[in-house]
């Protein structure tokens, strides 16, 4: 029976972006999980809800994540949240995760980016889409 993966799957995307010298130039250690810590420094990055269902072929069985990673940052324009959302589906193409043992990685695929405007913040928000098979 298949296994979701989304815990495990979650512990590798945030230990892979933050020993990624191109994301720790831009945001340092700041990623998180789905809980931000209050007051954290810009920029910063927050793994989203993930969307976890079965994946099954004729060899093997896991998970199918669509997953999203949200980049903050400050203005003036969008071009600082621009370029942390490049480091960050940068960093992940490589489909090197540090996955648990027993788990392996059949894809990992950028979907897509969008910048929005955060005006709560004077700052910007990325939205990063990946969609993601793991198996066991």
């Given at each position: 029976?298949?296994?979701?993966?989304?815990?495990?799957?979650?512990?590798?995307?945030?230990?892979?972006?933050?020993?990624?010298?191109?994301?720790?130039?831009?945001?340092?250690?700041?990623?998180?999980?789905?809980?931000?810590?209050?007051?954290?420094?810009?920029?910063?990055?927050?793994?989203?809800?993930?969307?976890?269902?079965?994946?099954?072929?004729?060899?093997?069985?896991?998970?199918?994540?669509?997953?999203?990673l949200h980049a903050f940052a400050k203005g003036p324009g969008e071009d600082d949240c621009a370029e942390l959302a490049?480091?960050?589906?940068?960093?992940?193409?490589?489909?090197?995760?540090?996955?648990?043992?027993?788990?392996?990685?059949?894809?990992?695929?950028?979907?897509?980016?969008?910048?929005?405007?955060?005006?709560?913040?004077?700052?910007?928000?990325?939205?990063?889409?990946?969609?993601?098979?793991?198996?066991?």
């Open positions: 029976m298949a296994k979701d993966h989304s815990l495990a799957l979650r512990q590798a995307i945030v230990t892979a972006l933050r020993a990624d010298a191109g994301v720790s130039a831009i945001a340092g250690a700041r990623v998180y999980g789905m809980q931000v810590p209050d007051g954290a420094a810009w920029p910063f990055i927050r793994y989203g809800a993930p969307l976890t269902s079965i994946y099954e072929s004729s060899c093997s069985q896991g998970s199918d994540s669509d997953v999203t490049a480091a960050v589906a940068d960093a992940l193409a490589s489909d090197n995760l540090p996955l648990a043992d027993g788990l392996g990685l059949v894809s990992l695929d950028w979907i897509s980016t969008q910048i929005l405007e955060y005006p709560e913040e004077d700052g910007f928000r990325a939205v990063i889409r990946f969609q993601i098979v793991t198996e066991e």
